[in-house]
């Protein structure tokens, strides 16, 4: 069974090539979609030199969008690209370790589930700072309160989907509002859905973390905005 690694990436020269070393030593057979979300630091010649000299033992897709559309926007051409039967979100940062991918699609692969989050809070693992930690569980709280759902990490990055169900979500939005989406249409959907506590490193925003307070504003208006929408 294939899986599809989707990597969306914006200015991640410093963090690609590990990325990709720790992906080829995975086990299984697999391609990788990289999507270069409009980058400025050389990220995307050095995917063009990667496809060209096939640096890695995996087939990979690189897709560039001209400019920056945010997160969503890069997940949503991706997941498009994936020719996988189960498709997974790989960040391109450091703060997720590929060796957890295994673990992750195995619900699906048994066929157990449809949908696998990576969740940080069952492993216990540090958060950047107390601010994004309850950010995060606020988040999560109002997907679970609204849409019956029973998420520990709704803002993950680890993401793994059954391809079939995955092309059923219809998915919009550009930016970090797409977790939002994501896992309020899995709710709604009523997915069979599991969660495995996953290795967490996590980066200050000097070291390049993106995501900020307005993204979490964004998120509560995306999940009030889905629950006036899909339930009504």
């Given at each position: 069974m294939k899986i599809s690694i989707v990597v969306p990436c914006y200015n991640e020269?410093?963090?690609?090539?590990?990325?990709?070393?720790?992906?080829?030593?995975?086990p299984f057979e697999k391609e990788v979609i990289a999507v270069d979300d409009g980058s400025q630091d050389g990220s995307r010649a050095w995917l063009d030199l990667a496809v060209e000299n096939k640096l890695f033992p995996?087939?990979?897709?690189?897709?560039?969008?001209?400019?920056?559309?945010?997160?969503?926007?890069?997940?949503?051409?991706?997941?498009?690209?994936?020719?996988?039967?189960?498709?997974?979100v790989q960040d391109a940062d450091l703060e997720y370790d590929p060796g957890c991918i295994p673990?992750?699609?195995e619900p699906i692969i048994a066929g157990r589930a449809e949908a696998v989050y990576g969740s940080r809070i069952l492993s216990r693992s540090r958060i950047y700072s107390?601010?994004?930690?309850?950010?995060?569980?606020?988040?999560?709280?109002?997907?679970?309160?609204?849409?019956?759902?029973?998420?520990?990490?709704?803002?993950?990055?680890?993401?793994?989907?059954?391809?079939p169900f995955l092309k059923t979500l219809d998915l919009s939005s550009n930016g970090f509002e797409i977790e939002a989406e994501i896992s309020c249409k899995l709710a709604f959907k009523k997915a069979r859905f599991?969660?495995?506590?996953?290795?967490?490193?996590?980066?200050?925003?000097?070291?390049?973390?993106?995501?900020?307070?307005?993204?979490?504003?964004?998120?509560?208006?995306?999940?009030?905005w889905l629950r006036l929408t899909l339930v009504n």
């Amino acid at each position: 069974m294939k899986i599809s690694i989707v990597v969306p990436c914006y200015n991640e020269i410093k963090n690609l090539p590990v990325i990709f070393k720790r992906i080829a030593a995975l086990p299984f057979e697999k391609e990788v979609i990289a999507v270069d979300d409009g980058s400025q630091d050389g990220s995307r010649a050095w995917l063009d030199l990667a496809v060209e000299n096939k640096l890695f033992p995996f087939d990979l897709k690189v897709i560039k969008h001209e400019s920056n559309k945010g997160k969503g926007g890069a997940l949503i051409t991706g997941f498009n690209a994936a020719s996988g039967e189960v498709v997974i979100v790989q960040d391109a940062d450091l703060e997720y370790d590929p060796g957890c991918i295994p673990a992750i699609t195995e619900p699906i692969i048994a066929g157990r589930a449809e949908a696998v989050y990576g969740s940080r809070i069952l492993s216990r693992s540090r958060i950047y700072s107390v601010l994004y930690l309850w950010g995060n569980k606020f988040l999560t709280f109002l997907v679970n309160l609204l849409f019956g759902a029973r998420m520990t990490d709704s803002y993950t990055c680890y993401k793994a989907f059954s391809a079939p169900f995955l092309k059923t979500l219809d998915l919009s939005s550009n930016g970090f509002e797409i977790e939002a989406e994501i896992s309020c249409k899995l709710a709604f959907k009523k997915a069979r859905f599991e969660e495995v506590p996953i290795a967490y490193t996590p980066r200050s925003r000097k070291e390049g973390k993106k995501i900020n307070y307005q993204d979490a504003v964004k998120g509560v208006l995306k999940i009030l905005w889905l629950r006036l929408t899909l339930v009504n």
